[in-house]
């Protein structure tokens, strides 16, 4: 009991002799944790926010934008644009049968 008394003993007074280094240290070690804590709460709200708003679009709704076809190593195709045309809505239409509703914007 007495080598832990003398441990305690010793390390307080080598904080006390060095107190600038003491308190930039333990200031460091306050900055990372609270930078993480705000980090993580950043990161969880802006997953639960955007969770919701998803849920108020809907679970079963479906995007197809025309563009550019990405680029792909060896693939001749690769970079062309694409269009949407009627006849690709009228297959959508026909065809996906688990779509509640397509709506016509073409490109021109």
Do not use: C, N
Not at 15 to 29: D, E, P, V, Y
Not at 83 to 108: G, I, P, Q
């Amino acid at each position: 009991m007495r080598l832990l008394g003398d441990i305690l003993r010793q390390s307080l007074a080598t904080l006390w002799a060095h107190k600038l280094r003491s308190f930039l240290t333990m200031f460091g070690i306050a900055w990372g944790v609270g930078s993480l804590l705000l980090l993580v709460g950043l990161g969880e709200g802006f997953r639960s926010g955007q969770a919701k708003q998803l849920a108020t679009l809907g679970q079963d709704i479906m995007f197809v934008f025309p563009g550019r076809i990405p680029a792909v190593e060896g693939s001749l195709q690769s970079g062309q644009t694409y269009h949407f045309t009627y006849d690709d809505y009228v297959a959508l239409r026909r065809d996906a049968h688990t779509l509640y509703a397509t709506s016509k914007k073409l490109s021109s």
